[in-house]
């Protein structure tokens, strides 16, 4: 991820799928910068610009991360503690560009909950 973020703040994805299109969904530019995110909570019929799902991990700038650290604060005052941070990430790409690192054909896995961790397990394992 440090090699495709190239010294800039990096989210990385992997290509949504058939099985795998729903959650927080990212689009990029011809550059690679990382657009638009939507958190779709049903699966998408394809006429989209959200072609990547989230992998759930950042590689963020310092200034991204202060950016980000007051952004949180802000909303943990306003009341708004039940939002993702990666919605939260989303409200400052704008001002700090992130480059999509694509985790296509890697390993991975989400683990939100119980089965996701024993799904991860079996993945890992072998």
């Not at 991204?64 to 009341?79: N, S, Y």
Request: aromatic share 6%; glycine share 10%.
């Amino acid at each position: 991820m440090i090699r495709c973020a190239g010294g800039k703040s990096a989210w990385a994805a992997v290509p949504i799928t058939h099985q795998n299109n729903e959650g927080i969904l990212l689009s990029r530019n011809g550059t690679g910068q990382v657009t638009g995110l939507e958190l779709v909570r049903h699966p998408q019929n394809g006429d989209t610009e959200l072609q990547f799902k989230c992998a759930g991990i950042q590689l963020l700038s310092s200034g991204a991360a202060r950016a980000l650290a007051l952004k949180l604060d802000e909303k943990i005052q306003k009341g708004e503690v039940r939002k993702y941070a990666d919605l939260v990430l989303g409200e400052i790409i704008d001002q700090h560009r992130m480059v999509l690192c694509s985790l296509n054909g890697m390993q991975w896995a989400e683990v939100d909950d119980l089965d996701d961790y024993q799904y991860a397990k079996q993945l890992f394992s072998g």
